[in-house]
């Protein structure tokens, strides 16, 4: 373990193991339980492996705008390789309860998952933007972490990866469903943060700002709105059902043709005014979008 600068770096599921005090089974895969006996100190630590943890807080009704959903107090947070995970106990708190499925990418070579996992986005969300369950899905998710538990514990053989792989790869379906539940259920919320975007996304084109910091981002937006690109992204398809990206892009379209009616404007001050560096890489972008260049779009327009 490297304590670098406080952050506990674990770049493989023993190492992580034992930093608390839990047993290998398998080098690359494992279940882990928190509870009381476990030593949980205050800590950061970098993981070199996925981790999905179903975590018990305490319980609570949640308010999604004007509805009340009554859920248990059950969350699942997950993290990416790379990604830095900050443990900070509460004094005089509970320990902090949970159940981890942790599985190294290496597990995942020359397996349909291992294909499939840049799918599961919400590895990449915030803590906050976590997975509220209700007691039926958690039941489901737990059941899943169980049948990984018993196929660890039997004797390796030929089906061993086969099958844990494919326990894995349901579990993370059934968080897909769950959150596709969630954006749902936080419609009015989801609502407010598209608004937000919209207006967002017309004063950066309409104002200087795109001459000044260049093409809009996705990024840009969901730091904005205060979550992750990934998050982000999977509310405005979820609402629109286009990505964030091609709603940017359709947007500066929009803008891009709105200023070309006006004979005024240069093809090099349209791109200037949309964040474009060169001109050519406008024209290419335009005419992807269009089927036509912006001069050819001009002529079209004029012309009839």
Same mark, same amino acid.
């Given at each position: 373990?490297?304590?670098?600068?406080?952050?506990?770096?674990?770049?493989?599921?023993?190492?992580? *193991?034992?930093?608390?005090?839990?047993?290998?089974?398998?080098?690359?895969?494992?279940? =882990?339980h928190?509870d009381?006996?476990?030593?949980q100190?205050t800590?950061? %630590?970098?993981?070199?492996?996925?981790a999905?943890?179903?975590?018990?807080?305490?319980?609570?009704?949640? *308010?999604?705008?004007?509805? =009340?959903?009554? $859920?248990?107090?059950?969350?699942?947070?997950?993290?990416? @390789?790379g990604?830095?995970?900050?443990?900070?106990?509460?004094?005089?708190?509970p320990? @902090?309860e949970?159940i981890?499925?942790?599985?190294?990418?290496?597990? /995942?070579?020359r397996?349909?998952?291992?294909?499939? %996992?840049?799918?599961?986005?919400?590895?990449? !969300?915030?803590? &906050? +933007?976590?997975?509220?369950?209700?007691?039926?899905?958690?039941?489901?998710?737990?059941?899943?972490?169980?049948?990984?538990?018993? +196929?660890?514990?039997?004797?390796?053989?030929?089906?061993? #990866?086969?099958?844990? =792989?494919? &326990?894995?790869? =349901?579990?993370? &379906? !059934?968080?897909?469903?769950?959150?596709?539940?969630?954006?749902?259920?936080?419609?009015?919320? *989801?609502?407010?943060?598209l608004?937000?975007?919209?207006?967002? /996304?017309?004063?950066? /084109?309409?104002?200087?700002?795109?001459?000044?910091?260049?093409?809009?981002?996705?990024?840009? $937006?969901?730091? #904005?709105?205060?979550?992750?690109? &990934?998050y $982000?992204?999977?509310?405005? #398809?979820?609402?629109?059902?286009?990505?964030?990206? +091609?709603?940017?892009?359709?947007? %500066?379209?929009a803008?891009?043709?709105?200023?070309?009616?006006?004979?005024?404007?240069?093809?090099?001050?349209?791109? +200037?005014?949309?964040?474009?560096?060169? @001109?050519?890489?406008?024209?290419?972008? $335009?005419?992807?979008?269009?089927?036509?260049? @912006?001069?050819?779009?001009? *002529?079209?327009v004029?012309?009839?």
């Amino acid at each position: 373990m490297d304590h670098t600068a406080d952050i506990v770096k674990a770049d493989t599921i023993e190492q992580y *193991n034992r930093f608390f005090g839990f047993e290998t089974r398998h080098p690359l895969v494992g279940i =882990v339980h928190f509870d009381g006996s476990v030593p949980q100190p205050t800590h950061r %630590m970098t993981l070199g492996f996925y981790a999905l943890f179903l975590k018990k807080t305490t319980g609570c009704i949640i *308010n999604y705008g004007k509805t =009340v959903y009554d $859920f248990d107090d059950e969350t699942v947070v997950s993290f990416a @390789p790379g990604q830095t995970v900050g443990i900070h106990r509460l004094e005089d708190g509970p320990a @902090p309860e949970a159940i981890g499925l942790l599985f190294h990418p290496d597990f /995942l070579h020359r397996t349909s998952l291992g294909q499939k %996992m840049k799918q599961y986005s919400f590895f990449s !969300y915030a803590s &906050n +933007e976590a997975l509220h369950l209700s007691t039926e899905e958690r039941i489901i998710l737990q059941d899943y972490m169980e049948k990984i538990v018993r +196929e660890l514990q039997h004797p390796i053989d030929k089906f061993s #990866k086969s099958l844990i =792989v494919s &326990n894995i790869e =349901v579990l993370l &379906n !059934y968080c897909m469903r769950f959150y596709e539940r969630q954006f749902i259920t936080r419609e009015d919320m *989801n609502h407010d943060a598209l608004a937000r975007f919209e207006r967002l /996304l017309d004063d950066y /084109l309409y104002s200087d700002t795109a001459a000044k910091e260049g093409i809009p981002t996705v990024k840009y $937006f969901a730091d #904005k709105i205060c979550l992750s690109p &990934n998050y $982000f992204g999977d509310l405005v #398809k979820q609402e629109t059902g286009k990505t964030a990206q +091609e709603y940017i892009q359709l947007k %500066m379209i929009a803008v891009a043709k709105e200023r070309m009616l006006d004979p005024a404007g240069t093809i090099k001050q349209i791109a +200037e005014s949309l964040g474009f560096q060169h @001109p050519q890489h406008f024209v290419r972008f $335009f005419k992807r979008q269009e089927g036509c260049t @912006p001069k050819e779009f001009r *002529n079209r327009v004029t012309a009839s």
